[in-house]
């Protein structure tokens, strides 16, 4: 099937939409408030939808799949590991971020610890979606370089990384939560449209879970062991608990929606509302896994050059009906625009409040909110600069690829953070002791740009299945902070007061 003008029209209709929401919501920006929590004023059920398509990016969208079809089932349980956290997140910490009035997540270390930890956190944040907006704008580039050999990945990439920047700096936080909440239903239907179509290609009076059984495709021998360093079910269970830590606790974008709604039960309302997303989110990840298998082993055979994550798109281009799969690519975009704008809206007021607002003490509410709009401009350019940098290198399994990143530059934020919030003995002194062993941690475990191996005679990496990294990164933090909170005194009482767990369950919103 060949790419079709009309597919084009759909691509532009939906490109043209997005951009119509930056628009509109640019007249509600009066004041830095409005560009960064929207004063409270957004309904909890597009909140939800928000944090849902923010987690379920193009990353998401298309590279599990490709895992589920290579690896089976067992790769699309992560989102249950996800279920606990989101429960877990309604209940602790959204009324904990509500209560202690922070505009970043980094400005409560500031407050608990000191301001160098505002400034390790923030600058950890930004570094690492910067990483993550390139992957995110990576993969859809892919999808159209499938789809469309002969068009240029360099201006693919500046389109898409364009429009981005554009609705996410006009229209700010209302913008991107309303744009996200849309681009859940977009994402969603193309997701069960691709279902669909690859379990009818079975043939009548033929199985589909028998096949897929055969093949190895839904559990295969062992998943079910307690081995934390494989692709078991525990593994990914506690893996996906684990790895989602610091999105829920330390991390801008989602911290920065506990108070984009009115009150801590609507904040609470639109967590909680992730919970059937999340189970949605097995059943489209096994099943777009397990359709474009049953598709390419009865309908027709995969190209040999088509593998990884290039698989999904070109079932896409060459299988989907016309217009369809117009629309099909336009949630593949819609999984990563929501993404990249979260992520750049929360590096803009990371840089703008962390940053530039300390250190310019007569900083005018107008000018912050020039200063965050430009600031998504340099992030989006940087971003989509080093997303070429991906194209260049080849595809690779960015799932695991992403998790990994997620362990090396979260891990230690995220340790913080629980010292933090749930005890009261750590001082600063205890949380720098525990984040340079975590950090040092990391640096083993990732062996950044190859240093150790130049470095250390005989190194090699320890053997860690990638889901897991923050198990080990997080727990390297909590555990020395806390030992060495015993030989470093207790914190003063300004450093506690009303900002750890218990010391706030009697404060009213």
Same mark, same amino acid.
């Given at each position: ?35 960064? !929590?929207?004063? %409270?004023? $957004?309904? /909890?059920? #597009?909140?939800?939808?928000? *944090?849902?398509?923010?987690? &379920? ?110 609705? !996410?700096?006009? %229209?700010? $936080?209302? /913008?991107? #939560?309303?744009?996200?909440? *849309?681009?859940?239903?977009? &994402? ?322």
């Amino acid at each position: 099937m060949n790419w079709h003008w009309l597919n084009w029209v759909v691509l532009c209709l939906y490109f043209l939409g997005v951009v119509y929401i930056g628009v509109y919501f640019s007249k509600k920006n009066n004041s830095s408030e409005d560009y960064f !929590t929207a004063s %409270g004023r $957004i309904p /909890a059920w #597009v909140t939800a939808c928000s *944090i849902y398509s923010t987690a &379920l990016s193009s990353i998401s969208f298309i590279a599990i799949p490709a895992s589920v079809y290579k690896h089976g089932w067992i790769m699309g349980m992560a989102p249950l590991g996800i279920i606990i956290m989101i429960v877990w997140a309604g209940y602790a910490f959204v009324p904990f971020f509500r209560k202690v009035r922070v505009i970043t997540a980094y400005e409560f270390l500031e407050k608990r610890f000191d301001r160098s930890f505002r400034l390790v956190g923030s600058l950890s944040f930004i570094l690492f979606h910067v990483i993550r907006i390139a992957i995110v704008l990576y993969l859809p580039t892919l999808a159209l370089i499938a789809a469309l050999p002969g068009v240029n990945p360099i201006l693919l990439t500046a389109i898409v990384g364009f429009l981005c920047v554009v609705y !996410t700096s006009m %229209g700010g $936080i209302e /913008a991107v #939560v309303w744009s996200d909440a *849309i681009q859940t239903i977009v &994402l969603l239907f193309g997701a069960f449209l691709i279902i669909i179509i690859g379990f009818m290609s079975v043939p009548s009076g033929v199985s589909s879970f028998d096949v897929l059984e055969n093949a190895g495709k839904i559990f295969a021998p062992g998943t079910f062991d307690f081995n934390l360093a494989g692709k078991t079910f525990w593994g990914i269970l506690i893996g996906g608990f684990l790895n989602s830590i610091y999105s829920y606790v330390g991390s801008q974008d989602i911290v920065q929606r506990y108070n984009t709604t009115k009150n801590i039960k609507e904040a609470q309302k639109s967590l909680y509302m992730n919970v059937p997303l999340a189970l949605t989110s097995v059943v489209i990840f096994v099943g777009m896994g397990s359709a474009l298998f049953l598709f390419f082993k009865f309908h027709t055979v995969l190209p040999e050059h088509i593998d990884g994550n290039a698989i999904l798109p070109y079932f896409v281009v060459h299988n989907v009906p016309l217009g369809f799969s117009g629309l099909v690519i336009a949630a593949i975009f819609a999984a990563a625009q929501s993404t990249v704008s979260s992520s750049l809206n929360s590096v803009a007021t990371c840089i703008t409040s962390d940053i530039v607002k300390p250190m310019m003490k007569n900083l005018t509410d107008k000018h912050e909110l020039k200063i965050a709009k430009y600031c998504s401009w340099v992030v989006g350019i940087i971003s989509s600069l080093l997303s070429l940098r991906f194209l260049s290198a080849g595809q690779g399994d960015m799932f695991l690829y992403f998790q990994a990143i997620t362990g090396l530059l979260g891990g230690p934020i995220a340790g913080l953070f629980l010292v933090g919030i749930f005890t009261k003995r750590v001082n600063g002194k205890a949380a720098w002791i525990g984040f340079i062993c975590s950090v040092l941690v990391a640096i083993y475990i990732g062996n950044p740009a190859g240093l150790l191996t130049k470095f250390i005679p005989g190194y090699e990496p320890p053997h860690i299945f990638e889901i897991l990294i923050s198990l080990v990164i997080i727990g390297s933090c909590v555990v020395p902070a806390y030992i060495a909170s015993f030989f470093t005194g207790r914190p003063d009482e300004d450093k506690v007061y009303h900002l750890t767990y218990e010391s706030t369950k009697l404060i009213n919103e």
